[in-house]
Each structure stands twice: as C-alpha cells, then as structure tokens.
C-alpha cells in the first residue's frame, strides 16, 4: 500500500486544496501530464526524455534576486545573556577542552579584551547553490574590518578562496594579518536568486535507488555520514546510541519491512510524515539571540536526546528527520536560512524594511541514473504543519514535499550549525568559525542578517504577476 502512495496521486485530482496562490490547486493537487506541461509551457521549461532527472523532476515558478547582508562581529557588544549554557564552550576538534574559560554568566564587554591573531584563517559559509536557490556572483562584497580597519575588500572580480565541506556546501575562506585585535567585523553583501517550485509527481513515483555498481556523487555520500551535532556532540561514542535510538524508531514504525523495498520518494514522504506527526516542535527559537538582533548562536541537542524528549525546536526536528533519512539510506542535509515573508497562509512581508526571521527545512537526495548526478528534493516539515499537525492522506501530494511555493522567500546560509570539525567556533556554534595553527582567539560574537531586493522592482523575470503566495 505504501509503496504506490505516488503513484497514484493522478486518481485523486480535484481533491486536495492546497491554497497555492501561484499556479493554483490543480497544479498541487492533480498534478497530471497535461497540468505540468502547461506549467512547462508558462514558464519556458521544456523537457525531454534525454533531460537531465532535475529538469524533468522540477518546475521554476517564479525567481527572485536577493542580495543578503550579514555581519559578523567580535565580541559582540552587549555580549552574553543568561539562556547560554557553559557546556556549550567546546573545541569539537579537542573533546573536552573549552574555547573560552570565561564565565558566560560574566559578559564580556566590548573594547575590554584583546584578541591575538597569529596565522588564523576565517571561514563563512557561502552556499552555491539548493534545490531552489543560486548563488550570483555578480554583486558578491566582502568586508574584513580589525579594530575598524579595512585590511580585507573582496568584489565579484576579486573572490575569497573557497573551501568545500561535507553535504555539498561550501566556505568563504580569508586569512588574517597577525597582530592583537580589539574588534574583528565581516560584513558581507551576498547575491542570490531563489526560485519556488513543483514537482512532477509522476517523474518522482519512477525515481529509484541509484543503480547496481553506481555511487552517490560526493556531497551526497557525505550527507549519508554522521552529522555533528546531530548524531554526537564531543565524541563519536554517541553516533552508535543515537543511530541505536532511531533502529528502534523504525523498527515501530516498519516493523519488518526493508525500507529499501520503497522507492526514495515514497519513503522519505512516510517517514517525513512520521516525525511531523509523532515529535512536537516547541515554541523557543532554536537561535539564541544578542543585542540589537544579532544571533549569538544555535541552542542544539542530538537527533537521539529529541527521540527521548519526543519533542525539540523546529531546527532539532528537522535534524531528527535527517538523521532518519540518512538510517535508511537516503542523504540528507539540513538547510537554515532566512525568510522575509511570513508563514504560509498570509506570505505578507515581515515587519520592517529587511526584516528577517530564521527558517530551516530540509533536502534529501536522489540520483540521476544516467549522469550519476545529485538532485535534491525540498521537504519543508515546519511549514507543513503550519496548515496541519497531520501528514497529507496516501496519494495525495505535499504541498511542502517536492513542492514548495515559498522558496522564493527563503535565502538559505548553511548546511551545518557549525563549519568543519578543523575550524573552532569562539563560544556557541553560529555557522562561522576559524581556524590557525597556533590557537584560536576567544571572542564572544554576534551574527545579523538583513535581506533586500537587487533592484527597486520585483525581479520576477519568469512571471509578470508579482502577487506574493495565496494573494493572486
């Protein structure tokens, strides 16, 4: 029965209402040949059979180009608050030893400290591209600023070095000038455009398991590995209890059955359903915040402390699907972003000009079988439950699975809470961090993100009407 929950979603057309402003309910709900080939034919896509598995899967709606300010900045002015735990300052790369001895209930104040820098290298995530979204080099600007001296300038002609990382994702890199510093700023202006999409529910019914003697490309195999923060925290011990802790999940929810007896779309749609419907998300921010709206870092516990709390942030749910997917074989990643439109129902702008809020979803991979090439499909549990606590009836499409007519809003920023386990964070992970041979400097930071459009109009290039989701 589970197993043909796609593909018959043809048979249930007309039924399902999913209030998608932009190209109306037949095209989430039907979704049949003629429907997708009209989407095709409005938004200049055509395909063929020799196309590649990513342009016959998905359907661009609608792109918009954003440029994405973020500043980062040691230490912080205002410095800690009292929701910070001690536990939290730790070098990943050093079990056990803490980044900062200094007590976090003992803020430390700005211009109080100097920082020496000797060899250190900064890393920021700069992710080039998602199943929705593209990063454009064109208006790419960078800022290194210490103790309010600009000694680093990066343009679209003039890049950073980029560094990869597991999942596909991918860093910033700049090296520092030695010397004490009072104060380190990035400030970066980083251009992108996003795009909301629909999938073709009968391509994906027919995606299967990557073939005989064929391997996943190399961000996909990563994103199948343990993920810190998720599957351990200071020691690799912790990947067999939590990986333990989700056997017995899927044993509750499987029972006997090979999960690989269901084809990856179908699975991860059953098992995405799954953790929506049984773990509840609580109302606290899974940031925890600083002065002037500034994000101090991540609030995190691992995918198996969530199975036995049966609850967590929307972010550690999200990580517990990944986690789950990743079980059974399918890769998956985590995305955080910022969005700048409220949740699904209104999409009116947030309050305030650049106003920003996080936003986390997930991707899962497939494989392409004639190029072996990743593809990556949106699953997005937190907005789904926005509309229900229940997963959709068998045979009848997701609104946020595959489908999703709010990526245009959604800019994502990492695939990790924290960078590679060789680059150290100074206090609570928060995307950055840095790295040198000699030890890294400990500073309190703060990271804000503020989101405007490239030009004074909506760049709306692949549809005229500018209606924000559920008002056209």
């Known amino acids: 029965m589970l197993s043909r929950s796609l593909a018959v979603v043809c048979a249930v057309a007309g039924v399902v209402v999913c209030g998608w402003g932009l190209v109306g309910s037949s095209a989430c709900g039907q979704n049949n040949d003629s429907e997708i080939a009209r989407l095709r034919r409005q938004f200049s896509q055509p395909v063929t059979a020799a196309s590649p598995l990513a342009d016959r899967l998905f359907v661009r709606l609608r792109t918009r180009s954003w440029l994405l300010s973020v500043d980062l900045a040691m230490p912080q002015p205002g410095g800690l608050n009292r929701e910070i735990n001690p536990r939290d300052f730790f070098n990943p790369s050093l079990p056990g030893v803490l980044v900062n001895p200094l007590n976090p209930n003992q803020p430390l104040g700005s211009g109080t400290a100097t920082m020496r820098l000797e060899q250190v290298s900064l890393f920021f995530p700069l992710p ?108 690799r011990k912790q990947v067999q209890e939590t990986q333990d802790r989700i056997d017995a999940l899927l044993k509750r929810w499987l029972g006997s059955r090979d999960p690989k007896s269901m084809r990856p779309v179908v699975l991860a749609r059953l098992l995405s359903g799954l953790v929506m419907e049984n773990f509840n998300t609580i109302n606290t921010s899974s940031i925890s915040g600083g002065g002037a709206g500034a994000m101090l870092g991540f ?70 079988p004639a190029s072996g090439a990743t593809v990556w499909v949106p699953v997005d549990i937190v907005r789904q439950r926005s509309g229900s606590s229940r997963a959709p009836a068998e045979g009848r499409p997701w609104n946020f699975l595959g489908h999703h007519s709010e990526l245009e809003f959604m800019l994502p920023i990492s695939f990790q809470m924290h960078p590679p386990l060789d680059v150290s964070v100074s206090g609570l992970p928060a995307f950055w961090g840095w790295s040198s041979p000699r030890g890294v400097p400990s500073a309190f930071h703060g990271v804000s993100f503020n989101i405007s459009q490239q030009n004074s109009r909506d760049r709306d290039t692949n549809n005229p009407d500018p209606a924000p989701p559920g008002r056209r």
């Open 128 to 235: 080039e591209r998602t199943a929705g979204h593209e990063f454009q080099a064109g208006t790419f600007d960078a800022q290194l600023n210490i103790n309010g001296v600009q000694v680093v300038s990066n343009t679209s002609q003039k890049m950073p070095a980029f560094v990869s990382g597991r999942e596909g994702s991918r860093f910033a890199k700049w090296e520092l000038p030695d010397g004490d510093a009072r104060r380190v700023q990035l400030q970066m202006t980083v251009p992108m455009g996003c795009s909301s999409l629909t999938m073709d529910e009968r391509v994906a019914s027919e995606v299967d398991w990557p073939p005989a003697g064929k391997e996943w490309a190399p961000d996909a195999q990563s994103a199948l590995e343990p993920a810190y923060l998720v599957d351990f925290v200071r020691d």
């Open 299 to 368: 609030r995190f516990q691992t995918a198996g402390e969530t199975i036995n709390a049966g609850r967590g942030t929307e972010a550690q749910v999200v990580q517990l699907l990944s986690a789950v997917l990743r079980r059974v074989g399918i890769p998956a990643r985590t995305v955080f972003g910022v969005e700048t439109r409220s949740r699904v129902g209104s999409g009116q702008p947030l309050r305030g000009t650049g106003r920003t809020r996080e936003c986390v979803w997930l991707e899962f991979a497939v494989m392409d």
